[in-house]
């Protein structure tokens, strides 16, 4: 990571990685395969959490459903 050139922002799609300064070219090809790999990982990070959640709510409801037996068989 020490001979890394920083950036911003990740390419986008199709565009050409040109030289720019007076720094090492990048290899294009690996740079992009991190980029995707980055992508990859957000959006099934994302997926995740999403699926967590409604476990979650899902785990809620079924809780409250076997309070409302308990208190109907008690008569409350």
């Known amino acids: 990571m020490k001979d890394c050139c920083a950036m911003d922002m990740p390419v986008e799609y199709g565009i050409r990685m040109t030289k720019d300064g007076e720094d090492k ?10 980029v995707g790999c980055l992508r990859y990982g957000v959006f099934f990070v994302s997926v995740i959490v999403i699926g967590l959640e409604v476990m979650m709510i899902a785990t809620v409801l079924l809780d409250m459903y076997f309070i409302l037996i308990i208190l109907h068989s008690l008569g409350l």
Request: zero cysteines.
């Open 25 to 34: 070219l990048v290899n294009p090809t690996y740079y992009k395969s991190l």
